[in-house]
């Protein structure tokens, strides 16, 4: 093969595959659509044309039909007038428009015959054309559903790719240190305002207040440390106010009997004080001890 058969294919090979991508399916089957309606119609007008032929043979051998009858009629009319050589000639020229009729007779139903294999075609033309729509219509559906199936496999394709989450994982770095630089720009102005001082005092004194007190409370509670002075006692209930009550009750009872005994004392003589001093009250406490035990 020489370099310019070559050349020439390579040449065709390239336009052909441009033509091949240029195509869009739905544009070039409603071209093919196009040149078949444009078919289609000159179709009619062919098949209009090979009727008016058959139409018209079919008049003109009515007419030399008719023709052929006139001349017979005139015949006759001649013999009947006694005059036979011009009966003779009518006769020659109704054979004349006879054999002029039989021929367009022939020729006419040629042309029928013709006609109605021409109007098969146009049928079977429209018909192919009605179909040729149905198929045009389903494959441009098949087409807008191909193209949306790999739009999607296109976004899937997309979404797959680790570059669109490491965009994603860059952005949230620099929001962070975006974050990072605004509190201390922050922090920073504080300083340089002198807030940062004041600022610790507040929240030293704003927090740690109420867990020191409810510390404290706990520990009260527990019997390991005073209640603090601000805190409310905690509510008694039935039961520990009744032994409250009792416990009440036996000081008051104590504090009688310590009146009792002191009055009892003051009516002593110090004669009476001495004598009890004397005695040895050891052994009735011992008494008492056993008793109780």
Known sequence: MGIFSRLGTLIKSNINDLITKAEDPEKMLNQVLLEMQQQLVEAKKAVAVAIADEKKLQKQYTAEVDKAKEWERKAMVAVRAGDDALARQALVRKQEHENVATQFQQQWIAQKQAVEKLKDALRLLNNKIEEAKRKKNILIARKKRAEAQQQIANTM?????????????????????????????????????????????????????????????????????????????????????????????????????????????????????????????????????????
């Open 157 to 293: 394709q997309g979404l797959g790719d680790t570059s669109a989450f490491d965009t994603f994982d860059r952005m949230a770095d620099r929001i962070a240190l975006m974050e990072a630089e605004a509190e201390a720009g922050a922090e920073l102005a504080g300083e340089l305002s002198g807030d940062t001082l004041e600022s610790k005092f507040l929240a030293l004194e704003a927090g740690g207040g109420d867990e020191d007190d409810a510390l404290a409370e706990l520990k009260a509670k527990m019997g390991l440390l005073e209640a603090p002075k601000g805190a409310a006692a905690p509510q008694l209930g039935a039961g520990a106010k009744a032994a409250a009550d009792g416990d009440a009750a036996d000081a008051d009872a104590d504090a009688a009997d310590a009146g009792a005994a002191s009055a009892a004392a003051s009516s002593l003589t110090a004669e009476d004080m001495k004598e009890l001093e004397d005695l040895d009250l050891s052994e009735l406490e011992a008494k008492l001890n056993a008793k109780d035990a």
